[in-house]
C-alpha cells in the first residue's frame, strides 16, 4: 500500500508516528510527550521483519483483488443473484476500512506485536472459511472477518518497519514497496485466472482464498520469532468508541441500500437509509469536535487540500474499483471468455500500472510535481475512451489484442496516480497531522472501493437487463463512460492540491 509509503518516510526528526498505526493520533498524542521509540534492531532481524511484513501486505492486496475475477465462478457454484458479486468485494473492502480507522490506536493500547499475530492468524483462518464456504451467507461473513484482521494486520506492519530501521535506512528499505504493490493490485486478478484454470484439487475458485493459508502460517511463525517485542507503544493512548461507534454506523447506512437497492426496486427503505448516512456522518463530525481523544485530528478539515484530497481519493478509487469488476463481468458473462483468458487480457494493464508506479515512485513526482498526478488521470481518460471505442467499434468480435493498447494506457495512468497522490494530498499538512492524514486517506481508499463495487456493479446490471452479449457490452460502455468522467472531475479537483508533495518538504 504505497499511502503507507509516504507517511513512514515523512519523518523529520522527533515526529510522532507517521505510519497508518497513528492513524486515530489525537494532538494531545503527538505532543512531546509521546514515548520514544527502541532503538533499532541489528541490520539482518530488520530486514527479516521487513520481509513478514512485506508477506502480509501482498497477502492482503492481492485477496481484495482476486474475487474481482473470481466472482462469476462463485456465483455458478454457490448461486445468488447478480448483488452475490457485489456483496463479496464489498464484504471485505468496507469492512477493511472501518477497522483502520480504530486499529492503530489499538496498537498502541495492546501492544503492534500482539496486533499483527493477531490480525495474521486472523486473515489467514479467515482465508480458510471462505476457501470452506459451503454457501453465499458464509461466503460473506468470512469475507467480512478477513477485512477486519487485515485492517488489524496492516497499520501494526508498518509501524514496526519503522521502529526497527534506523532514520537513514528506513527509505532504501521501502524502496521496492511501491511497485510491487502498485503491480500485485493488478496482479490480483491475473493470478486468480490462473488458479481457476488449474482447478488444483478439484477447488475450483476456492484455491484463490486457499493460497492464503500455508503463506499465512510461515509469515506468523516468521513474526512470533523476528518481530520485536517493543515498537514505541503510547500507553496514555485511549479510544473513541463514541466517535467509531458513529462512523460505522454512517459506513454501513450508505452500502447496504446501494449493494441491495436495485434488487428490491428501491424501495423507500433505501433512500432513508442513504438519508440517515448523511446525518450520522453529520453527527460524527460533530462529536470529533468535541472529543478529547478524536478520530480523526480537527484541524486536518480546516486544510482546503485534504478535504479536496478526500473527494479525489474517494472519486479516483471508486470509479477504478467498479470499473475493474464490470470489465471483469463485460468479459466473463458478456463474451463469456474464461478467467484465464480474461486474466490474461488484463496483463497489459499490469504492466502499464507497474510502469507508472515506478516513474512516479522514482523520480517523476520530484521533478513534475502535483503535474504528475494531471498527467496520470489524463492519460487514464484518454486509454478509457479509447476502450470505449474499442467495445463499440468491434461490438461482439473482440480480442484480447485489440483490447490491449487502451487498457495499457489506463494501467499506465492509473499507475502514475497510485504512488504520489496521498503525499499531494498531505503537501500541507503538519508533522502532528501526518500520521492521522495518511491513515484517514487509507480508509477513505479501502471504503470507497467499496462504495464503487455497490454503485457502478448496481449501474452495470441494471443496464444489462438481459442475458444478451451486446447486453454486457453496453454495460461495459456505460460503466467506462462514467468512469472516466470521475476521472475527470478528479483531474479538476487535483488542480487545488498542494504544488508539491509532502516528500519535497
Excluded at 147 to 160: D, K, M
Aim: net charge neutral.
Amino acid at each position: 500500500m504505497t499511502k503507507e509509503l509516504s507517511s513512514l518516510t515523512a519523518d523529520r526528526g522527533p515526529a510522532p508516528d507517521t505510519s497508518p498505526a497513528a492513524s486515530a493520533e489525537s494532538p494531545a498524542a503527538a505532543s512531546a510527550s509521546e514515548p520514544a521509540a527502541p532503538p533499532p534492531l541489528r541490520p539482518k532481524q530488520a530486514w527479516l521483519v521487513l520481509a513478514v511484513v512485506f508477506i502480509a501486505d501482498v497477502m492482503d492486496l492481492i485477496d481484495s483483488t482476486v474475487a474481482t475475477i473470481a466472482g462469476p465462478a462463485i456465483r455458478a457454484d454457490l448461486g445468488g443473484s447478480e448483488v452475490t458479486l457485489q456483496w463479496v468485494l464489498s464484504a471485505y473492502t468496507a469492512t477493511f476500512a472501518l477497522g483502520l480507522v480504530t486499529s492503530g490506536r489499538l496498537g498502541d493500547l495492546l501492544g503492534r506485536r500482539r496486533l499483527f499475530l493477531t490480525g495474521l492468524a486472523g486473515f489467514t483462518l479467515a482465508s480458510l472459511a471462505c476457501g470452506l464456504a459451503p454457501g453465499v451467507p458464509p461466503l460473506i461473513a468470512a469475507r467480512i472477518a478477513q477485512g477486519l484482521f487485515g485492517s488489524v494486520l496492516i497499520p501494526q506492519g508498518f509501524a514496526l518497519v519503522k521502529v526497527v530501521f534506523p532514520p537513514d535506512q528506513l527509505r532504501r528499505a521501502l524502496i521496492p514497496f511501491g511497485p510491487v504493490m502498485g503491480l500485485a493490485t493488478v496482479a490480483g486478478p491475473i493470478l486468480a485466472g490462473w488458479l481457476l484454470h488449474l482447478d488444483l484439487f478439484g477447488s475450483q475458485w476456492r484455491s484463490i482464498f486457499l493460497i492464503n493459508v500455508p503463506v499465512g502460517v510461515l509469515a506468523w511463525f516468521l513474526g512470533r520469532r523476528f518481530l520485536p517485542h517493543r515498537s514505541g507503544e503510547d500507553a496514555a493512548a485511549r479510544l473513541d468508541l463514541g466517535g467509531v461507534a458513529l462512523l460505522t454506523v454512517a459506513s454501513g447506512l450508505l452500502i447496504v441500500p446501494l449493494v441491495e437497492g436495485r434488487d428490491y426496486a428501491w424501495p423507500p427503505w433505501t433512500y432513508a437509509m442513504m438519508a440517515g448516512s448523511v446525518l450520522t456522518l453529520a453527527l460524527f463530525v460533530r462529536s470529533e469536535r468535541r472529543s478529547p481523544h478524536p478520530v480523526i485530528t480537527p484541524s486536518l478539515f480546516g486544510k482546503r487540500s485534504f478535504v479536496v484530497g478526500l473527494v479525489v481519493v474517494a472519486a479516483f478509487y471508486a470509479a477504478l474499483s467498479g470499473f475493474q469488476l464490470s470489465l471483469n463481468l463485460m468479459l466473463q458473462l458478456g463474451l463469456r471468455w474464461t478467467a484465464l483468458h480474461t486474466a490474461l487480457t488484463l496483463i497489459p494493464w499490469a504492466v502499464g500500472s507497474a510502469v507508472g508506479v515506478g516513474l512516479a515512485g522514482g523520480v517523476l513526482a520530484a521533478r513534475l510535481g502535483r503535474a504528475t498526478l494531471h498527467l496520470g488521470l489524463g492519460l487514464a481518460v484518454f486509454g478509457l475512451l479509447g476502450l470505449w471505442w474499442t467495445i463499440a467499434d468491434h461490438h461482439t468480435a473482440l480480442t484480447s489484442a485489440e483490447l490491449a493498447p487502451a487498457l495499457a494506457v489506463v494501467g499506465l495512468g492509473t499507475g502514475l496516480v497510485f504512488v504520489p497522490v496521498f503525499d499531494f494530498v498531505l503537501g500541507d499538512a503538519t508533522i502532528a497531522e501526518v500520521g492521522t492524514g495518511s491513515g484517514m486517506l487509507n480508509a477513505a481508499q479501502q471504503f470507497s472501493n467499496a462504495v464503487g463495487v455497490a454503485a457502478l456493479g448496481t449501474l452495470f446490471f441494471a443496464r444489462v437487463g438481459s442475458a444478451a452479449t451486446t447486453a454486457f457490452l453496453s454495460a461495459g460502455q456505460l460503466v467506462t463512460a462514467v468512469t472516466a468522467g470521475l476521472f475527470a472531475i478528479t483531474f479538476c479537483l487535483v488542480g487545488l492540491l498542494p504544488v508539491h508533495s509532502q516528500q519535497a518538504h
